[in-house]
């Protein structure tokens, strides 16, 4: 392989477009800014690259057909191209509030609902059954499992993205998903966001935060689940664009961080796999240095595969430039570029990459057993609070019943929880409020005075600061339990949001808002299933955050009617 060669089996980026060699006028236009060349495949074949990543607003998944032909098409222009080494084809397939795969994949609920479920023979079987479907449309890379800690509720990046608050819990629920996508599925993965990104305050998409943990902290809070997953063979670890002054004094976020990369995830780890830049567009790692020097600071701390920088070009250009000079030795390309084609070789692309087909795709992908086993793997993970009203099971079909509150654009979160409880025999009206303004409130404490019974839902209620700085969804909620009438309040991201409904006596967390937890959560109200779910973090006391107003692995169920 000559130098430019191996330099872009070092770069993974996303490219424009449904279709390899024909995009729409407007992403051939986007490709040619991007890249001064109109296709995914010319992209793919200008840089040599050694891996793309799809998202849904680079137009790259439209449907399951759409995806294997362009997956197909990528393939076939890498391996026509030099080097000819096909492509490791990602995306960010995390479950839960993280899954690109539109429908109608499998969508199971996501990390901190499996924690709650604390199974690891679901977590490995969402990961097998997720795997296998990415697989089917020719995605070979999944940019999962999230082995962070999240000890801090405040975190705004990762939350429910992790399976808890507890280190051992964690490191089960990773290794299982390490397990299931690569040795069930067959599709490489990456444990995420090392050396550990579940202490922040800030947003690393935004901002560089700085992590205080001690040496000593790490080895006990962050450590355990990253060991767990090297152990359990991981073919990949994504970087923390993260400041730990206890690991590296240096300032340098841990992606750039040669202490960090080599000295703890080489050395102590004893990582031998490909490790992996989060995105280099992200505002963390470009706090300091410039975007050419960043792709050679990584590379030069430890890094193999550089995702997502903001100027390819400039990129590819750098790194040349400091092999040229000597900064960056030719050996240690070769050293990286050996770690990327011993993972492509491990997952058999280095045996031919026959095309995916299309059709087979789309009995794959959402096939009724994998349907059947998500629903019994989310009824494990409704996790009931509190009952002090002994509301619950609702024992009374004929009841009229608002559902209102919190709603997903994307998965009408609200509509879907009404029409499962008019499927069970309720007259429901669904009455979406957003964050909701005077008018709003006044209209859903109206309709809640002519019901049975509401269900009020919320998102990151708890966060005052920046996804609800008015609390305009905890007045709603008080302005429902005001009414006398019945209410359930329902958590349908984090299980922190019930720290703040003393007033509210039933009380669940559903940890997500697909439509499989609002269809969960039916099944638990209405008494076909018993709650099982137990809190894998704990929820503070707004009044006293250092207390918990529910510990964790706190969780009710109760005996089913006959």
Known sequence: MSLPEKVGQLFATYV??????????????????????????????????????????????????????????????????????????????????????????????????????????????????????????????????????????????????????????????????????????????AAKHFPGHGDTHDDSHTALPVIAHTRAEWQRLDAPPFRAAVAAGVD???????????????????????????????????????????????????????????????????????????DLDLAVTSVLAAVGSGELPEARIDQSVRRILTLKQRRGLLDGVPPVDPAAAERTVGQPAHQAALREITDRTVTALRNDARLLPLRRADRSV?????????????????????ARGNRSTALPTGLPNDAKIAEAVAA??????????TQKAFDTTVTDPNARQQKLVHALAATG?????????????????????????????????MEALARVLTGEVAPRGRLPVGVPDPADPATDRYPYGHGLTWRLPR
């Not at 608002?402 to 008019?422: I, P």
């Open 236 to 310: 990949t670890i994504m970087t923390a664009h993260i400041v730990v002054p206890s690991l590296d004094p240096s300032g340098d976020p841990a992606t750039l961080s040669a202490p960090i990369l080599t000295g703890l995830l080489r050395e102590r780890l004893g990582f031998r796999g490909v490790v992996v830049t989060d995105s280099l567009g992200m505002a963390g790692v470009r706090q300091k240095y410039g975007d050419d020097r960043v792709p050679v600071l990584a590379l030069k701390a430890g890094a193999d595969l550089l995702l997502m920088p903001p």
């Open 485 to 517: 009438r019945p209410v359930l309040v329902v958590a349908v991201r984090d299980a922190y949001d019930l720290g703040h409904f003393d007033d509210v006596p039933t009380q669940l967390a559903t940890f997500g808002y697909t439509r499989a937890s």
């Open 448 to 457: 809640a005075q002519a019901n049975d019974l509401t269900v009020v839902l």
């Open 16 to 189: 424009y477009g449904g279709s390899a060699t024909a995009p729409s006028a407007s992403d051939a236009a986007a490709n040619r800014a991007a890249y001064g060349v109109d296709t995914g495949a010319e992209v793919v074949a200008k840089y040599h690259l050694g891996g793309v990543i799809y998202f849904t607003w680079s137009h790259n998944l439209d449907s399951v057909g759409q995806i294997a032909t362009l997956s197909n098409g990528l393939q076939a222009g890498a391996v026509a191209s030099a080097p000819g080494i096909p492509l490791l084809i990602s995306t960010d397939q995390e479950h839960g509030v993280v899954q690109r795969m539109p429908a109608p994949a499998t969508l199971f609920p996501g990390n901190m609902a499996l924690g709650a479920g604390r199974s690891l023979v679901d977590a490995y079987t969402a990961a097998r059954i997720t795997g296998r479907e990415l697989r089917a449309v020719g995605i070979r890379q999944a940019w999962a499992p999230s082995a962070d800690v999240n000890v801090n509720p405040a975190n705004p990046v990762i939350g429910v993205r992790s399976y808890g608050s507890d280190p051992l819990l964690v490191a089960g629920m990773t290794a299982a998903q390490v397990v299931g996508f690569q040795q069930g599925a067959g599709v490489s993965v």
């Open 402 to 422: 608002l559902v209102t509150g919190w709603n997903s654009s994307a998965f009408d979160n609200v509509g879907t929880l009404a029409a499962a409880l008019a």
